[in-house]
């Protein structure tokens, strides 16, 4: 072959190289080679290198003096990312316009919102409209799943924030806790989280606690017959009234074993017929979950190596990068209104 031959021959590898290269990555704004989700590990590394050590101390702190946040920063992860996109819509307020999605039916029981906004306003006084809102709800429950005693999980960052409530089409993407065992694999699903992905996802139920007028259902007017007799009269000691005030302070204890610690307790319960959901019941009877089911309540290494690709999986649900979106100032405010 000839030297021009030879030549043009290494220019096309060049060529189909970088096309191949293209095709699987992207270049973000500090220069770094991400993934086609536009996310990169430390996105934040040149912009606001002490973004992720603010975030985390910051969990720690109010950890240490609202245990209950880490449950509501879980539980967010799930509501944000799972409907349509992780963008932080969940965290906007209610305006003329638009309704706020922590409004609808679908996120009864979520709070403490207020507390990542104190998490933005740290994370800002050292590097101001840099770090998105979305970033900050993904890693502040990254740091909570560590502060309830589960696995360290690496995640990318570099989302940026929706501008807009994504109210209306809640009920199409979050599965109710009544939902059949096939509506939610199908939800889950479609971001492409596998069934044993759904059934670690599931054991989040291992901490926090469920609302009485979520449970009441199982109790009144007769008694679910699928539930254990030994936990009923402790559901019913905690859910006195058929028609509870939503307003009341009226909840179980998702584990009363190791309620404040995400474990495979949860699994072990299920299979026990102690699960207080409609969901919890399915997840540990459908012949497509319960060996899964089984694994995980033999297994907490397994949960927790399930659990970790399905929060990774949920927490890069196409999510706005590069410059779609913006960077809000106020979690709860897009900038055009504030």
């Not at 989700?37 to 606001?48: E, I, R």
């Not at 879980?74 to 003329?96: E, G, I, K, M, P």
């Not at 009923?232 to 058929?242: G, N, Q």
Request: aromatic share 8%; hydrophobic share 35%.
């Amino acid at each position: 072959m000839g030297f021009r031959s030879s030549l043009a021959a290494a220019l096309m590898v060049v060529v189909l190289f970088s096309a191949a290269c293209s095709a699987t990555a992207q270049v973000d704004h500090i220069g770094g080679v991400v993934g086609t989700s536009g996310l990169a590990m430390d996105f934040y590394k040149d912009s606001c290198p002490q973004a992720e050590d603010i975030i985390k101390e910051q969990v720690r702190l109010l950890y240490k003096r609202h245990k209950n946040t880490a449950f509501s920063w879980l539980r967010n992860l799930f509501h944000d990312c799972a409907v349509q996109s992780c963008d932080a819509s969940l965290l906007l307020d209610s305006t003329r316009r638009d309704l706020s999605e922590k409004e609808t039916d679908r996120s009864f029981g979520l709070r403490n919102f207020r507390y990542l906004d104190d998490i933005k306003e740290a994370v800002e006084r050292e590097c101001p409209g840099v770090v998105s809102c979305s970033d900050i709800l993904v890693l502040s429950s990254r740091d909570a799943i560590v502060s309830l005693g589960g696995p360290y999980i690496p995640l990318k960052t570099g989302r940026r924030d929706g501008r807009r409530s994504r109210a209306a089409v809640v009920e199409q993407y979050l599965p109710d806790h009544n939902e059949s065992m096939s509506v939610v694999l199908d939800r889950f699903g479609a971001m492409g989280i596998n069934t044993p992905g759904v059934v670690a996802l599931l054991g989040a139920h291992s901490v926090g606690r469920t609302h009485c007028v979520k449970l009441v259902h199982r109790l009144y007017p007769e008694v679910d017959p699928a539930l254990n007799p030994d936990h009923v009269e402790h559901m019913l000691y905690k859910c006195p009234d058929a028609i509870p005030d939503p307003k009341a302070v009226q909840y179980v204890r998702n584990d009363r074993g190791t309620p404040m610690i995400l474990d495979n307790n949860y699994y072990r319960n299920i299979l026990d017929n102690k699960g207080l959901l409609i969901v919890d019941h399915a997840l540990a009877n459908d012949k497509r979950t319960k060996p899964y089911v089984k694994k995980m309540a033999r297994s907490q290494d397994y949960f927790f190596r399930e659990f970790a690709k399905a929060i990774t999986k949920l927490s890069e649900n196409n999510p706005l990068t590069g410059d779609d979106g913006e960077i809000r100032k106020h979690c709860s405010v897009a900038n055009k209104n504030h």
